[in-house]
């Protein structure tokens, strides 16, 4: 009985073995390729269960198909259109797009890959820095060198299997050569600036100053001008008045204005008046000349 199983129990083994070897698993972040007696046979790229010739007819080799990134190790050096050196540290995101012709070009490892990118990434920034100046790098048109970075090296990767997908620059940063310099003169033209806008602003100062003095000058001149027209109208119709009153009756109007003298000037229980009681002053204190006219 055993003699039998033994033929049958080795038969199922190999058989295991041979289907085992025949099917192979593509997960979600790899991608495959079917190679049949060292030529590629076909691309995997969807995950998966699939089925192959046992080796050494076919054999299948993976490769990762996940964004990567490759950030360099230092900055690069890199001249602007003032041969001036600034150092960039930049980043790129890539992944493998066609398999086949990735593995052409480099075979299962990424490190070709890497190396070739990086090549890329700094031919391009030279070709985007090197006819810009330090300002526009820095600040104006950092975006733009960034597009014409990513361009340049997306078309040029086509070849090579692989798609760009992002191109950063991190930071720019001036050479110790000629940071000190740079800084100097962006410090001469901060102080330039702002000595402009200060004498900007005196001016503009005096010129408010001047128009609010002659506003204030007008504002006075044109108020005293019509206080005076209103005590000349004033005095001239109190003048009428008293006229008018005078014509009226004239000894009254005196008997009245020698009360407003008295009242004047005997205000204050201080006050102390040397005159002749005989002066015109006291002629209305007389028994004759208080007596109403006829």
């Keep these: 009985m055993m003699q039998r199983l033994f033929p049958a129990l080795i038969a199922l083994a190999i058989a295991l073995a041979v289907l085992s070897s025949s099917l192979f698993v593509v997960k979600e972040r790899d991608m495959a390729l079917v190679f049949a007696l060292g030529e590629v046979k076909e691309s995997v790229t969807a995950p998966g269960l699939y089925f192959k010739l046992p080796p050494p007819f076919q054999n299948v080799v993976f490769l990762d198909k ?14 602007t259109a003032e041969k001036k050196n600034l150092l960039i540290d930049s980043y790129v995101k890539w992944r493998i797009e066609d398999p086949r012709l990735f593995y052409v070009t480099f075979g299962a490892s990424d490190r070709g890959a890497i190396e ?9 920034l030279n070709a985007a820095v090197n006819v810009r100046t330090v300002k526009e790098v820095v600040s104006d048109q950092r975006d733009a060198i960034m597009r014409e970075v990513l361009n340049s090296v997306q078309k040029r990767a086509e070849a090579l299997g692989v798609r760009v997908v992002d191109v950063r620059l991190r930071r720019i940063d001036f050479a110790p050569e000629i940071s000190e310099s740079v800084f100097r003169r962006m410090e001469a033209e ?51 008045i008293y006229a008018k009153a005078y014509s009226k009756d004239p000894e009254f109007y005196r008997f009245y204005r020698s009360l407003e003298a008295y009242r004047n000037a005997f205000g204050s229980s201080n006050d102390t008046l040397v005159i002749s009681p005989e002066s015109e002053f006291f002629r209305f204190w007389k028994s004759d000349a208080a007596q109403p006219a006829n």
Excluded: H, V
Excluded at 66 to 79: A, G, W
Excluded at 116 to 124: E, F, P, S, V, Y
Excluded at 203 to 210: G, N, T, Y
């Design 190 to 240: 901060r102080k330039q600036e702002a000595n402009r806008l200060r004498a900007t602003g005196a001016a503009e100062s005096e010129r408010i100053r001047a128009e609010a003095d002659r506003q204030r000058e007008e504002l006075i001149a044109d108020a005293y001008a019509e206080a005076e027209a209103i005590r000349g109208t004033g005095e001239a119709e109190a003048a009428d």
């Design 116 to 124: 070739r990118l990086q090549a890329q990434i700094r031919d391009a």
């Design 66 to 79: 996940r964004l990567q990134t490759i950030e360099s190790k230092e900055p690069e050096r890199i001249q």
